[in-house]
């Protein structure tokens, strides 16, 4: 799946159904005077978040994670910034890779593991269907029908110069890599994979085919790290 654009203003709409195509542009009326645009903050701010956790919805699924336990990579921890067209959140990590003020789809935040693993130059983010449905506020089980029991979805990212890039798969390139039996896995509807082996072929299918899985030429979302408070200055004695 096409990860959709945060600066566009049609991405709001995906919220409904993360897997949902791209409703059609509808006709303008152009006897009608077009209503002046005022700036929406939370809106720009749910659309760039679409591409974070919604974007979890670029609906490839993994069977199993393909680590034993999960770990906090130790660059993670600090003060991040998420930008979008203007809009800024501050984000906080802890030693843990454990944040209280992810923005979710609302207007709240919520607490989230940003737990994973290294494989290579590439870190992973493990996040279970059921937290990335919290995450997103997507309605009913839109995220968790279907996939079997311990499947997750995998946030491909790096770390350069103090800033962090992710990536979610790219579902089309993944159905298509299924059905040439370059990939194993299936097809869950016709929009969602999955793919599908021990722990150790996960391992094998991300080192041998990310580049299949992961458009890395296009971002999913861009975290800049926090320059450091500068230290108040010191008082002067009164005399």
Same mark, same amino acid.
């Given at each position: ?7 566009l ?57 393909? !680590?034993?336990?999960l ?9 991040? %910034?998420?930008?979008?067209?203007? $809009?800024? %959140? ?24 940003l737990?994973?693993? !290294?494989?290579?130059r590439?870190?992973?983010?493990? $996040? ?10 997507a ?5 968790? %029908? ?22 979610l ?7 298509e ?13 016709? %929009? ?29 979302? $861009? ?17």
């Amino acid at each position: 799946m096409t990860l959709p654009d945060p600066r566009l203003p049609d991405a709001s709409p995906r919220l409904a159904d993360p897997c949902a195509p791209a409703s059609g542009t509808r006709p303008r009326n152009r006897s009608l005077p077009e209503p002046a645009r005022l700036p929406r903050p939370a809106h720009l701010l749910r659309a760039a978040l679409v591409v974070a956790l919604a974007a979890l919805s670029g609906c490839v699924a993994f069977e199993r994670a393909p !680590v034993e336990e999960l770990a906090c990579d130790p660059e993670l921890p600090g003060t991040w %910034k998420l930008k979008a067209d203007g $809009v800024a %959140k501050t984000i906080h990590i802890d030693a843990r890779c454990h944040t209280e003020d992810w923005p979710n789809m609302g207007e709240q935040t919520m607490a989230l593991d940003l737990t994973g693993f !290294v494989l290579g130059r590439d870190r992973y983010i493990v $996040v279970p269907p059921s937290v990335a449905q919290r995450a997103i506020g997507a309605p009913g089980d839109a995220l968790i %029908k279907g996939t079997p029991a311990g499947s997750v979805f995998l946030i491909l990212y790096r770390i350069e110069d103090g800033r962090a890039r992710a990536w979610l798969p790219d579902s089309q390139r993944a159905l298509e890599a299924i059905a040439a039996g370059t990939l194993s896995g299936r097809k869950l509807d016709e %929009k969602f994979a999955l793919i599908e082996g021990s722990a150790q072929d996960i391992r094998a299918a991300l080192s041998q085919h990310g580049a299949v899985l992961y458009d890395t030429q296009k971002e999913a979302i $861009v975290l800049q790290r926090a320059a450091p408070a500068s230290a108040a200055p010191a008082s002067k004695d009164s005399r």
